[in-house]
Each structure stands twice: as structure tokens, then as C-alpha cells.
């Protein structure tokens, strides 16, 4: 368990103060003792010497003994202190406070001792007399030279114990007072010092939490204001590279997640890293429950895994088609290369996954296209050229047949220049539509359906086939005419050659909502249900032989289904067999 600082610190503060303080009163005191003993020594001293100078009587007398016992008592009156006459042999003829003739021989007290040797010096003693600690002091009492007496003086100690004591007490009531202030100085001085770091800590653990904007206070010492910026600029450095980590990493996202090619990266154990949202829709997988999980558990496709596990273990990118049949069939390609860590190690792999199943829609549309043109185109050609060689043959020689063979080869030659000009037609209308060249006007449709009836005028006649227009005069879309009649056209002449004679053909033109409506309606065969939905593909044919017999291409309804989107439109068509058929065309538009 760590100590707060404020308890490391103040403990520490109050220790130095009150040691020092008590070091620095001890030593004052031990000073202050000393000079009052040394001030009390000189004092016994000079009180001693001046004694020794009142029982001489001239140069080479003393006072009497008696007079001296006298004089001791007097002046222990005048002096608070012991004083003590003893003749050189330490016999006490005078003494303040004991009776001389009581007192045992003081020769060889030491403060007697060192007078005598000529260097008094103060003793301190308890007296065994007087029953008290005393300091004594001794001079000697010379005549002629010569030692005849010492007189000696003594203090109690008690009282200078007791003016100690009285000083101990004063300096420990102030080294307490002086202690008190100090430790609520230390505890000042040491919360300044801890209350900055608290700030600083608690911005901390914003900055832990995320709160960067935070700015810690400025303000304390040099030092912690020095910090405290310096933790601001890296609070506002940090924010700004997450700042700049996130945009950096919501851009990849954002790329990854943008991208029409599914992105699919695997580890070493084909466990799926990462997946974008086009890897998912193409796989059709869930890429949450995806993620973390084997491949070979949410995705079935051999093909895939075995690219992946090739990808892994190469150093160039491998490529492959995989079929994916879910409930939807599709075709994917796929560049799959290894992921590497910064050491180079293959760590994964990663897979680039395209949907091509358009493009081999188209490729397989195209490749259809060419075939059904090519024999489309061979059937009267191969016509053509072996009635020619017939002719050449020598039939050319026979009129009649030559006759019949030249109308064989004419009428293969139209065919073939229908199929042509069909094959023209189909290709410009496209090409207008892909290139936005279809300029449409709001024009009346009727005379655009008078035309077109108009032009199949003939057939019908020849088929005793009336066809009749519905449509108000008024009656306006945005069309282009020349178009929109070709479509008519195709469809009055499917509906006039797929009739017997007696049957009805109508136009009619009307609005539905926003959008106008032209019916190509029949009252001729009808076609099978399971042809309807092919019907407006290129070549398509419900009964070939017939169509070629009646001189179609199979490329009518297609024309007009492509006219029909060239309008931003579409074409429909309800039949019954065996009562006819209605071609609907939807127009937008309406004006
Ligand atoms: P074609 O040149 O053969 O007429 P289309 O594309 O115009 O080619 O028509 C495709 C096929 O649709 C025709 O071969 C025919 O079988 C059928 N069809 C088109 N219109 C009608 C119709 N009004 N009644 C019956 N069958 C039709």
C-alpha cells in the first residue's frame, strides 16, 4: 500500500523542525548554563578575594580568629553565600552557616587543595555539613609570603538549579509554541507542494479517460507550471494524432468499405480476418458472424479454398474463376496474393474478388449473337449460291427454271438485305441509346401512328386485315417520331403476318397516370405462354420455319423493345393462344 505524499513529506518536514529546534535549545541552554557558572565562579572569586582582603589589619597582621568567626556571620547577613575560614593546617575557625568547632578539617577539600597550590578553582560539591550541593571557591590568606589561612566560599546550587530550570521551562513553552507554528508551516509548505500534484493527477486521468481537451491550470511553482504545460501539449499532440489516426483510418474504411471488389483476408489457419461489405453480398455471408471464423465453415467452395491455401504459401499472386452457385449463380474472379508481416513472413492470405458474371453474360450474349447472325446470314446465302451454281450448271439454260431460280435468289437476297438493315437498325437505335442521341420532342402521336399503319397498308389489304387507330388527337408525348413509327411499324406488321385474313388489328394511344400508352392489339393466333418471356430477344422465334417462310429476321420485337428503352420505356405483350395477342408499349411523359 503506497503512503500518500502529503504523509511522505509533512513527517519528514516536522522531524527536521523539531530535532533542529531541540538541537538548537539544548546547545542554548548548555551555553547559557555555562556562562552563568563561569559568571558564578567569578563572582565566588571576587567575593573570595574581597574577603581576604578585610582580615588583614595592616602589611603583616590578620584579624583574630574570633573576630574572623564574627565577621563570617556578618557577612553572610550581606551575602547569600557560605563562607568558610580555615587556617593553612585546614582547621575552620570561622564558617557562616556550622559551627567551626563542629567542622572536621578542611585541608584537603580540593578547592582548599588547588588555593593552596595556587590556582583556586571552583568545585562543586555537596556538603555534608549543611546537608546542599555547593560550588566552592578558595583563595589563600598570605602574610609575608606566606600562607596562613584560606578563606572560602560557597553557593547553593539549588538556586542557579532553579533559574535553569526556570530558563528550560520558558525555552521548552517556546520551542513548543515555536514547534506548533512550524508544523502548521511544514504542513503549508507541504501541501503547496502536493496540492499542484493532485491537480495534475486528476488531469491525468482525464486524459486517461479520452477528455483531451482538458487543460490542467498553469500555476503553482516554476516547476509544476512547467509540467503542467508540458502535459497540456501532450494531451493536445495526442489529440491531434488520434484526431489525425482516426481520419486516417475512417478514410480507409471508407476505401475499404467503397470498394466494388469484395476484399477477403485470411490468416495461415484460413480463419477470416477481415472482410469488406462487397466480399460479404458476394459470398453471400454475414460478415459480423464471418469474422473470426473458418472459411471452410461459412463459405463451400473448394475452388476458393484451394486459391487461398496456394495464395498463402506463394510469393506471386495467383489467379482463378470460381462458380458460385447459391440462389444466385454467380461467376467470380479472383487475385489472391500472400499477406506478409513488416519481416516478410506470410502471416495470411488476401483475395480480390470481382463480379465477372455480367461480363460473361455479355461475353456468352455476344459469342450467341455472332452464331445466330452467321447462320441467320448462311441460310439464304447458302440459298443464294447453290441456286446460282445450279445456273451455272446449266439450268441457266432452261427459261423457266432459270425463271424460278433467279426469284428464289431475289427473294433470299431480301431476306438477306432485311436481316441487314434489321441488324442496322438494332445496332443504330443501341448506339443512339448508349450515346444519349435520341432527341425526344413533345409531339401529337397520332400522325405518328397513321404513318406507321400506313406503311403496312398493303399487307393488310392483302390479308383483308383492317386495322383500325384509336388515339385523341390532342394527345402528346415526348417522343421521337421517327422511331416510335418504326416501332409501330414492327408491331401492326407481327400482327398483321402472325393473323389469318379476318382478324382485327388495333391501335390504340391513350394516357395511363404520367405515362402513354400505344396497345398493338390482334385477334390472330396468339402465342404459347412459355414464349412470352423470350420473345424480345434477338432471333427469338416462336416457329422459325414460319417466320422465315413470312419473310421475318426475328428481329422486330427486339427493335422495338430497344426503341421502347430509348424512350425511357418498356414493351409488354399478353397473348392467348389461338385469340391473339396486345403489344403494349409504356411511354413516359405525357404532355
Ligand atoms: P419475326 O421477324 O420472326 O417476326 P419478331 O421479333 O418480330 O421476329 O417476332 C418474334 C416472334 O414472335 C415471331 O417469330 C412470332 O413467332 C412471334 N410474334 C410476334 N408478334 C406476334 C403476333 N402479333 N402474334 C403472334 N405471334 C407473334
Given at each position: 500500500m503506497r503512503r500518500r505524499l502529503l504523509r511522505q513529506i509533512y513527517p519528514t518536514y516536522l522531524l527536521i523542525i523539531l530535532v533542529s529546534l531541540f538541537i538548537v535549545s539544548w546547545c542554548a541552554l548548555r551555553c547559557m548554563e555555562a556562562l552563568h557558572r563561569s559568571q558564578l565562579e567569578r563572582d565566588l572569586l571576587s567575593q573570595a578575594r574581597l574577603l581576604e582582603r578585610t582580615l588583614h589589619t595592616g602589611e603583616s597582621s590578620l584579624l583574630s580568629p574570633e573576630r574572623i568567626a564574627q565577621l563570617c556571620r556578618e557577612f553572610s547577613q550581606l551575602l547569600p553565600i557560605r563562607i568558610t575560614v580555615l587556617l593553612e593546617n585546614g582547621r575552620v575557625i570561622g564558617d557562616s552557616d556550622a559551627n567551626p568547632a563542629l567542622m572536621e578539617n578542611h585541608r584537603n577539600r580540593p578547592e582548599v587543595r588547588a588555593a593552596a597550590e595556587g590556582a583556586p578553582k571552583a568545585v562543586e560539591r555537596y556538603s555534608s555539613t549543611i546537608r546542599q550541593r555547593l560550588l566552592y571557591m578558595a583563595v589563600p590568606v598570605n602574610v609575608n609570603g606566606q600562607t596562613e589561612m584560606f578563606v572560602r566560599v560557597a553557593m547553593p546550587l539549588d538556586e542557579i538549579d532553579q533559574a535553569m530550570r526556570s530558563i528550560i521551562h520558558r525555552v521548552t513553552i517556546a520551542g513548543l509554541i515555536?514547534?506548533?507554528?512550524?508544523?502548521?508551516?511544514?504542513?503549508?509548505?507541504?501541501?503547496?507542494?502536493?496540492?499542484?500534484?493532485?491537480?495534475?493527477?486528476?488531469?491525468?486521468?482525464?486524459?486517461?479517460h479520452g477528455d483531451l481537451s482538458y487543460k490542467l491550470p498553469v500555476t503553482g511553482s516554476e516547476e509544476m507550471a512547467a509540467l503542467s504545460a508540458a502535459m497540456n501539449q501532450m494531451a493536445t499532440q495526442m489529440d491531434d494524432r488520434i484526431k489525425q489516426l482516426l481520419t486516417e483510418r475512417n478514410t480507409r474504411v471508407g476505401v475499404f468499405e467503397s470498394m466494388t471488389e469484395g476484399l477477403l483476408a485470411v490468416d495461415k489457419s484460413r480463419i477470416v480476418v477481415e472482410l469488406n461489405r462487397a466480399a460479404g453480398t458476394l459470398l453471400g455471408i454475414d460478415i459480423e458472424k464471418t469474422k473470426g471464423q473458418p472459411l471452410e465453415t461459412r463459405v463451400r467452395n473448394t475452388e476458393l479454398h484451394r486459391l487461398l491455401a496456394t495464395a498463402i504459401d506463394s510469393d506471386t499472386p495467383v489467379e482463378g474463376e470460381i462458380q458460385l452457385n447459391g440462389e444466385t449463380s454467380r461467376i467470380l474472379n479472383v487475385r489472391g496474393s500472400a499477406l506478409c508481416n513488416p519481416d516478410g513472413d506470410h502471416i495470411g492470405a488476401l483475395a480480390v474478388m470481382q463480379d465477372i458474371t455480367r461480363v460473361r453474360q455479355l461475353e456468352q450474349m455476344r459469342q450467341d449473337f455472332v452464331a445466330n447472325v452467321s447462320h441467320e446470314l448462311k441460310t439464304p446465302i447458302t440459298s443464294i449460291k447453290g441456286f446460282v451454281e445450279t445456273l451455272q450448271d446449266g439450268a441457266d439454260a432452261d427459261p423457266k427454271a432459270r425463271s424460278r431460280f433467279l426469284g428464289i435468289i431475289a427473294k433470299q437476297a431480301e431476306h438477306l438485305n432485311a436481316i441487314v438493315a434489321d441488324l442496322l437498325m438494332l445496332s443504330s437505335v443501341e448506339h443512339q441509346t448508349r450515346q444519349h442521341l435520341v432527341s425526344l420532342e413533345p409531339l401529337p402521336l397520332r400522325p405518328v401512328l397513321e404513318s406507321a399503319v400506313e406503311v403496312c397498308n398493303v399487307q393488310a389489304t392483302a390479308k383483308q386485315i383492317p386495322v383500325t387507330i384509336t388515339c385523341p388527337d390532342n394527345l402528346k408525348a415526348l417522343i421521337s417520331p421517327h422511331l416510335l413509327e418504326q416501332a409501330v411499324t414492327n408491331l401492326v406488321d407481327n400482327a398483321l403476318k402472325y393473323s389469318d385474313p379476318g382478324a382485327l388489328v388495333n391501335v390504340t394511344a391513350s394516357t395511363e397516370g404520367p405515362n402513354v400508352i400505344i396497345d398493338v392489339q390482334d385477334t390472330g393466333r396468339g402465342i404459347e405462354h412459355r414464349h412470352l418471356d423470350r420473345l424480345f430477344e434477338r432471333f427469338y422465334r416462336v416457329d422459325k420455319g414460319r417466320s422465315r417462310q413470312l419473310g421475318g429476321t426475328g428481329l422486330g420485337l427486339s427493335i422495338v423493345k430497344h426503341i421502347a428503352l430509348a424512350h425511357g420505356g418498356r414493351i409488354t405483350v399478353e397473348s392467348t393462344l389461338g385469340e391473339g395477342s396486345t403489344f403494349r408499349l409504356h411511354l413516359q411523359n405525357a404532355l
Open positions: 515555536v514547534a506548533l507554528l512550524a508544523g502548521c508551516f511544514a504542513f503549508w509548505v507541504a501541501r503547496h507542494v502536493t496540492q499542484p500534484l493532485k491537480q495534475i493527477r486528476e488531469g491525468a486521468l482525464r486524459f486517461a
